[in-house]
């Protein structure tokens, strides 16, 4: 008797991948990667990317979560005893993001309220709102009191996700999924309709997609490549292999990833044409070439220039407002995701209810993230962020596969289980991404990081700074997580609560 939590239906846990996948990064960090490496040229390393890691990638991670049916420290432990500190640590990784991503949900819900006024336009520039008026911030080092315009949202940002994340997988996690994607996807659609009918949006899309050739030859966009597939895809985080151990037995394991994998890759590529049609209005407006409004991507293309780009835009409070909705949307869908994987493991390594687990992890999680709700937090923001990811999510991720493809051996294994349950069948190419494609990749990531970190610090924050919230968080989250597996799991096997009219199903039968 299946006693897991499970999806309702197949496209109930196609959405809630999609939703993971598809996060603030694919708004503003794809358009930005694509166009400072090529432009159109870049195009053929990420799908290339796209189809020797990503998708290989996942397909592992679906199987590993659908093979052992387990949260992702339980499933590493059943697949060798010694991988089980790997999967507290991605666990840990997930819940310092789950402690930042948040306040960025919580500047978009105020930034779509600002926007219908144009709030920003009583400063000098956006820059200067962002940073002054909304955040007063303060220098890194300095917490400074708390701000009120991102307290309150916040507070409203996790009343949601943890109400969604009690109900369970198919009363909750799959409920916002049918609610935020499909609404993501036509609102989002609407934005780029918008910005590709503007006046000089034909330059802002040349600009993006003019290829050039010559980067190709350039091994450091092929990294950024990999590295885009790589962190869009949410691997690495212990979300895909959780939300795959609640489908059911007879899943299409390779079919699933696929399509996750392409959906994703659509958005971004959307996201690419509305951003960029948008900064070639800017610039027509302006008398500037793209070049010269374009800024890079992150947190500062959304709410330091976009907001500029949005006063001069014809309806500028309702693109505005569905722009930073889209953001809201995004964040929401991704934060239920990585909230989920610790929220599982909990349950499942300390056999308590799904409820104390949320309580318990969540409740912790919103208490963390109120370090960022002050003066000094989009400095610690950013900090972590980067840290956590660069040496969080990669590393997390090389040791993933180089653990399981060199020593545990278990590709074929996992190869196996994947065809006894798919229509498209992994062959030797399979395994050759994975084993040697992908290690070599990340490995090279990981050594320009340190190069990098080694001749200046990022972005020049005081040493200090970088140490306590940057290195330590990292490796923290690494130690923790070795520490965590010293208790033994419960000798029976507590599995996810399941759904009401489930268990009423089995107990009818």
Known sequence: ??????????????????????????????????????????????????????????????????????????????MSKGMEWMGWWQVLISFVISTYYPIIIA??????????????EGSENATAFFTGDFLNLADAGTFGSMVPNVLIPLIAVWAIALFFLGRG????????????????????????????TLDGALEGLNAFFEPNWETIMNGDVWVAAYGQIFFSLS?????????????????????????????NSSFELLAGIGVFATIGFMASQTGQVVSEVYSGGGVGLAF????????????????GFLFFASLVLAGLSSLISISETYIAAVQEKFSISRGKAVTLGGGLAALVSLAYANQGGLNLLDTVDYFINQYGVALAGLFEVVAIAWFAKSLKDLQNHANSVSDIKLGAWWRVCIGLITPIVLGYMMLQNLRTEVSRNYEGYPTDFLFNYGWLVAIGAMFIGALITIKKWPKKEVQSDVDDDEADKEVAQ
Do not use: C
């Open 1 to 78: 008797m299946e006693t897991r939590s499970q999806w309702g239906t197949r496209l109930g846990f196609l959405l809630a991948a999609m939703g993971s996948a598809i996060g603030l990064g694919n708004i503003w960090r794809f358009p930005a990667t694509a166009y400072e490496n090529g432009g159109g040229a870049f195009f053929l390393p990420y799908l290339f990317a796209l189809l020797t890691a990503g998708i290989p990638l996942l397909i592992m991670e679906y199987t590993i979560g659908h093979k052992y049916r387990s949260s992702s420290p339980r499933a590493f432990s059943k």
């Open 107 to 120: 500047w978009a819900i105020m930034y779509a309220y600002f926007s219908l006024g144009q709030s920003w």
């Open 169 to 196: 997988v198919k009363k909750g996690i799959e409920v916002a999924n049918k609610i935020f994607i499909p609404t993501l996807a036509v609102v989002f659609l609407i934005i780029v309709i918008r910005a590709v």
């Open 235 to 263: 691997i690495a985080f212990a979300i895909m292999i959780t939300y795959s151990s609640y489908l059911p037995k007879k899943s299409d394991i390779t079919n699933n990833a696929f399509i996750t994998g392409f959906a």
């Open 304 to 319: 330091m220039v976009f907001p500029e780009i949005i006063s001069q835009m014809p309806m500028a409070g309702l693109f």
